[in-house]
């Protein structure tokens, strides 16, 4: 590794189309040789033995923190979980300083946070794989679970198309990112002034990608292969009338899930606000795999933190 460029996992294009496939399928290799065992077993080989990772959390988190540290316990290594009131991060210290002495100590670092911009200083001074694991501007973590669930339940993404509902927020960007990369259109249907960041939607379209926006939700689900929403209100942000009134006709019901493909799957990357975004009858019904789609953060992210740590290659 001290040799090599060192592998940031901050979005999906950097790694690139090869990694991200080969990420992909050792997260199903990893997963079927586990069927049966005990969650704590550690896998055979033992691929992370004796790395470290250190967590560091400035936001709240279940799937993330959860998943990250039992992917290190599988994987054979170790995780120190922190949160930023517990570092001197907290108190003052620059970004910088903290990668400078967090590389000395541990073998990767995974933040989860609020500025996109922090996530790229902690990498630009780091000489450790960083992790995204949640900025405001992206999810490439999350949406690698997304992927790695449409694989298993329709065999693959190439030629899918996804309808997401809602805001357009750091979930749209990456699955955006993820259709312009694996060949799947994006339908995205949000109310006007919800859109995502056009330069998001402008590089997908320059790479290729099918992005569509619209203000009608029905036109989006429209013999859709996926659909995809999120909470309305995310972490931090103020929870608005305005803003609820203008999302109620982007609530997934049953009655919209009955204009995708018969077999289209719901996800939602949770937590979900039952019957706001999503009613209790779509999150419980049939085409839901949201917690099938929860325990593959765990199985996609073994992938990611062998990729960042050289023990996976395309």
Same mark, same amino acid.
């Given at each position: 590794m001290s040799n090599?460029?060192?592998?940031?996992? #901050?979005?999906?294009?950097?790694?690139? !189309?090869?990694?991200?496939?080969?990420?992909?399928?050792?997260? @199903?290799?990893?997963?079927?040789?586990?069927?049966? /065992?005990?969650?704590?077993?550690?896998?055979?080989?033992?691929?992370?033995d004796g790395h470290v990772l250190a967590s560091i959390f400035?936001?709240?988190?279940?799937?993330?923190? !959860?998943?990250?540290?039992?992917?290190?316990r599988q994987l054979g290594g170790s995780t120190l979980t922190l949160s930023s009131s517990e570092l001197q991060l907290g108190r003052g210290e620059t970004i910088a300083d903290t990668a400078q002495v967090l590389s000395r100590m541990v073998d990767a670092i995974m933040i989860r946070t609020s500025a996109h911009a922090k996530i790229e200083e902690l990498a630009a001074y780091a000489s450790v794989p960083v992790v995204n694991g949640l900025t405001d501007f992206n999810h490439p973590c999350q949406v690698m679970a997304d992927l790695l669930t449409v694989e298993e339940k329709l065999g693959g993404v190439e030629g899918t198309t996804w309808a997401w509902l809602g805001d357009g927020n750091n979930m749209t960007h990456s699955i955006i990112e993820a259709g312009s990369l694996l060949g799947f259109t994006v339908r995205v249907a949000v109310p006007e002034g919800?859109?995502?960041?056009?330069?998001?939607?402008?590089?997908?379209?320059?790479?290729?990608?099918?992005?569509? #926006?619209?203000?009608?939700? @029905?036109?989006? !689900?429209?013999?859709?292969?996926?659909?995809?929403?999120?909470?309305?209100?995310?972490?931090? /942000?103020?929870?608005?009338?305005?803003?609820?009134?203008?999302?109620?006709?982007? /609530?997934?019901?049953?009655?919209?899930?009955?204009?995708?493909?018969?077999?289209?799957?719901f996800l939602h990357?949770?937590?979900?606000? @039952?019957?706001?975004?999503?009613?209790?009858? !779509?999150?419980?019904?049939?085409?839901?795999?949201?917690?099938?789609?929860?325990?593959?953060?765990?199985?996609? /992210?073994?992938?990611?933190l062998l990729w960042c740590l050289g023990r996976l290659n395309p």
């Open positions: 090599s460029p060192i592998r940031h996992f #901050l979005d999906l294009t950097t790694p690139g !189309v090869p990694a991200i496939k080969a990420m992909l399928a050792e997260a @199903r290799r990893r997963k079927d040789a586990r069927k049966g /065992q005990p969650k704590g077993r550690v896998d055979p080989d033992r691929p992370l400035e936001k709240p988190s279940t799937r993330t923190r !959860v998943s990250f540290d039992m992917a290190m919800y859109d995502p960041e056009p330069a998001v939607i402008e590089a997908a379209r320059k790479a290729g990608g099918k992005v569509e #926006l619209l203000r009608d939700p @029905r036109a989006a !689900v429209e013999g859709a292969d996926v659909v995809v929403t999120d909470t309305w209100v995310s972490m931090g /942000q103020a929870d608005s009338e305005a803003k609820m009134a203008a999302m109620m006709p982007y /609530q997934v019901t049953a009655e919209l899930m009955a204009l995708a493909r018969k077999e289209a799957i990357c949770l937590p979900a606000h @039952r019957d706001e975004e999503a009613t209790s009858e !779509v999150i419980d019904g049939p085409q839901s795999v949201v917690f099938d789609e929860a325990e593959n953060r765990l199985h996609a /992210q073994k992938a990611v």
